[in-house]
């Protein structure tokens, strides 16, 4: 009996799913468990009003099954709200599976993670994130139909990050437009933090338009091969938020706008491709409101690979992929008009603006 374990009076202290600190109203969540390969997965699904909830499936060694559960249950609810603001019928799950990718990843754990997955009949519909390949995806599709970024060769829409770039290059004109007056980026100071998928290509745009690019990532290959493909120029100072630059475009970790970073902040415009950007969204968003720097909400400018993945399950092409793309621009511009409007930081008012379009297809669907 569960209390002879704990007496009832600390349960109820501790509430350990509905009382968790990100959770956050979410519809459905699913523990799957599978000896015989060692799976521990869960699913989140925090929205489903716009449709299915789709989200990647991440596999991390995670300290304890408390971070794991805080994962899913906060990157389920950010794929709610990414999808809504874009405009795409979806709703917002995703998945996280506690192992080294390195080691413990095999296709028996993969297809019975698929089981799992199938099991929810479409209600969660899976893709690649962080320790995931491709690869793993198709393996996924030989169980169920509900998965999404498989390889082209299998029909699927193919790596996301590319386009993802194209969005954040958008959304961060779209910023350029609205503190400068105008969107080209030429001349102006970009500083890239962390230049693997998306970031490279960001960097890509951002020369091509003559922005002066500086660059920064942990792995000193990687910065040598970027400097010299683009004429970028690798960041040298002792701390990149100081660095005096137009732009910030965080593109490795989130929570890099903190307590301790900023104040530092010189930039005009913080905006990247990393998710979950501000470490507390409220205290940081009103902070960087009242020091006068332009942040391009994450969830809204890096949506492109979202909508990559989505082109998969609607079964339209590169262009409406690029067409839907583009149109962050102009979302990222209404924001900002809103957000004076209102009063408001501008990651509140997107996800005000994505939580009345859930809000009014619900109604529709009471009527
Ligand atoms: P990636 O793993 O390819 O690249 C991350 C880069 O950041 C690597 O080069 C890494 O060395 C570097 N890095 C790690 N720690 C760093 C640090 N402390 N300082 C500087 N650099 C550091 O990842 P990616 O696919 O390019 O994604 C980048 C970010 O964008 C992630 O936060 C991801 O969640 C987010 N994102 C990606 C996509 C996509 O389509 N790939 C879509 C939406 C959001």
Redo the contacts with the bound molecule.
Sequence with gaps: MISEVLPFNELKKVDPVFGQLSFDNHEQIVFCNDKDTGLKAIIGIHNTVLGPALGGTRMWQYNNEWEALNDVLRLSRGMTFKSAITGLNLGGGKAVIIGDAKTQKTPELMKKFAEFVHSLSGKYITAEDVGMETSDMDLVREITPYVTGISEEKGGAGN??PI?AYGVFMGMKAAAKYKFGTDHLEGRKVLV???????ESLVEHLRNEGAEVLI????EN?LAEVSKKYGATVFSGDDLYSADVDVYAP????ATINDGTIEKLNAKIVAG???NQLADEKKHGELLKKRGIVYAPDFLI?A??IINVYAELEGYGKAEIVRKTENIYNTTLEIFEHSDAKNCTTHESALSIAQGRIDARKLEQEK
Excluded: E, F, K
């Design positions: 996301p990050s993802t933090q962390g230049i693997g998928h998306v970031g920064a990532d942990i792995n990687r593109c490795a970790l989130g491709a990393a998710n890096n492109g690979g």
